[in-house]
T-cell receptor
Framework: RKEVEQDPGPFNVPEGATVAFNCTYSNSASQSFFWYRQDCRKEPKLLMSVYSSGNEDGRFTAQLNRASQYISLLIRDSKLSDSATYLCVVDTGTYKYIFGTGTRLKVLA | EAQVTQNPRYLITVTGKKLTVTCSQNMNHEYMSWYRQDPGLGLRQIYYSMNVEVTDKGDVPEGYKVSRKEKRNFPLILESPSPNQTSLYFC???????????FGPGTRLTVL
């Protein structure tokens, strides 16, 4: 079983749709969780950190479920510019960051 | 401007010819890391450094070396590159812990 697993997609959604991604992790000792965005083989950029209480940044909402060991990302009112690959990242607590393989999102006009 | 720079951005080389990819950050970050990204495998950590002269192996360290003699620089060394090291390489830096990692623009390496 991979340490961090994501559905690779692609998720093809129309503009304005709401889309949700999930990510599961296997190491229960994991400390920190992040969602990164990567455009077409460019460098990943932080989208948001994920906190136990859940957090929201504009149209983006991230949730963490430690009991079930998954994190989620919800994007509301999708824009064309949201088309990208979304990477789930887990910090195991020892400065080792494990990346998921990413979920591709295509927002269609 | 806060940034992580990598050089070269593109490199084609031949098996066995030693090469170094440089990484430099201007944010005074203590933590730096190298990743490689391959289709279907995502980003995998090669080496990381928590401070000057402190380095440790990530998940795929075989065939690579690193050094951290200065806080701002973290070069990746391939002593004897092989075709299976053909990949897209990213350097990253952060203040560690829950702080975000800032990534360099990537180095696309091809080993023939």
């Amino acid at each position: 079983r991979k340490e961090v697993e994501q559905d690779p997609g692609p998720f093809n959604v129309p503009e304005g749709a709401t889309v949700a991604f999930n990510c599961t992790y296997s190491n229960s000792a994991s400390q920190s969780f992040f969602w990164y965005r990567q455009d077409c083989r460019k460098e990943p950029k932080l989208l948001m950190s994920v906190y136990s209480s859940g957090n929201e940044d504009g149209r983006f909402t991230a949730q963490l479920n430690r009991a079930s060991q998954y994190i989620s990302l919800l994007i509301r009112d999708s824009k064309l510019s949201d088309s990208a690959t979304y990477l789930c990242v887990v910090d195991t607590g020892t400065y080792k960051y494990i990346f998921g393989t990413g979920t591709r999102l295509k927002v269609l006009a | 401007e806060a940034q992580v720079t990598q050089n070269p951005r593109y490199l084609i080389t031949v098996t066995g010819k030693k090469l170094t990819v440089t990484c430099s950050q201007n944010m005074n970050h203590e933590y730096m890391s190298w990743y490689r990204q391959d289709p279907g495998l995502g980003l995998r950590q090669i080496y990381y450094s928590m401070n000057v002269e402190v380095t440790d192996k990530g998940d795929v360290p075989e065939g690579y070396k690193v050094s951290r003699k200065e806080k701002r620089n973290f070069p990746l060394i391939l002593e004897s590159p092989s075709p299976n090291q053909t990949s897209l390489y990213f350097c990253a830096s952060s203040n560690g812990g829950t702080d975000t990692q800032y990534f360099g623009p990537g180095t696309r390496l091809t080993v023939l």
